[in-house]
């Protein structure tokens, strides 16, 4: 078992976690800075793993995470989020996400002794010093709440904590960053009382997928930090997905978090280009599959994975390693300090990751190379988890 009680212990809020860092040179042991700090992945898509039976207490070798890969990776705090597709039909949303979570906290409840959910900042403290991993709940996609404010207080008592406003395909009150021909303004006004309340209820507001617009206004009218859970530099990478320089410094100055993705195509403008070509050469093939399948997504799906697979292995022409990845937290603290970055992995929802933090397993390869490059072990333990520890509890309020 790790002993992070004196880390644990000190105040959130305050970041007093760097008062027991200090610089060094670049021959620190990596694995004794990752060992005793504390390590927080803002983003994991493997609910649907669980959804579909999958025991993640066994190792596995396809997919990126498990309750053993998770322990040798020194992961204190993973975010499980519950994905729904935007196209998911009003009436079955709830109970959709509901599903999700259902599995999760039945996947849980059978290895008490090394994992349990988390809701405050309070429990979280005290499952990390016993040894365990914390389980915070998330909602990938603000479909989930079926247009109606009073599922959000649902969801809240269902134990989530952060969601996600909105996903690949605009919602009816909050723009995606990949809608072309918007039908509003970043938010309607239903959106911007979505904002409020989970202000309201100590819910963290995730702005990754949203539009330029939205996250304008959700920044306009917020009063709490927001994340972008699992979002990358659009400066090193111009996918939509990815976020400007004036958004990372609108973020920094709300106080929020960016959890930089792990996948290739946001790492890099190369592999996004790769990736893009093949698509583009089936867009005809695409554009039929969506006009003969459009109101059953699991034939759709199935009839384009051949499209998708060819596009996860064009990818891999390019070795994509753990530099790139920090390349994206260097950007972002050169930008706006080292205050406002963390991880936000993507796990299991990505085909590819870069060489070297290929799983969960693997993180400590990301203090190594955060080592290499001189950090002090104070800004090390705020961006493995430090800053998203005390946006946590800032929102929470405890």
Known sequence: MKTKLVLVLLSLTALSVGCRMHGGSANRDYREIHGKTIVADLHSDTPLRLRDGFDFSKRDTTGHMDLPRLKDGGVDLQVFACWLPTNTPKEKCRATADLLIDSLEASIKRHPDTIAICTTAKQLR???????????IGIENGVAIADTLANLKHFYDRGVRYMTLTHTASSDWCISSADTAPAFHGLTEFGRSVVREMNRLGMIIDVSHASKEAVDEVL?????PVIASHSCVYAICPHNRNLTDDQI????KNGGVIGVNFWNAYLSAD????????????????????????????ASDKAMDPIYAA??????QINITVEDLVNQIDYIVKLVGPDYVGLGSDFDGIPNAPIGVDDCSRLPNITKELVRRGYSERDIAKILGGNFMRVFAKVSKN
């Open 220 to 224: 306009n009218i917020t009063t709490a």
């Open 249 to 252: 410094k609108a973020i920094a």
């Open 311 to 316: 596009a996860d292995s064009a990818e891999k």
């Open 271 to 298: 592999v996004m280009r790769i990736r893009d070509s093949v698509i583009a050469a089936h867009k005809v093939e695409l554009d039929s599959i969506v006009a003969l399948y459009k109101n059953d997504r699991q």
């Open 126 to 136: 005290t499952l990390i010093s016993a040894g365990k991993i914390a389980a915070f």
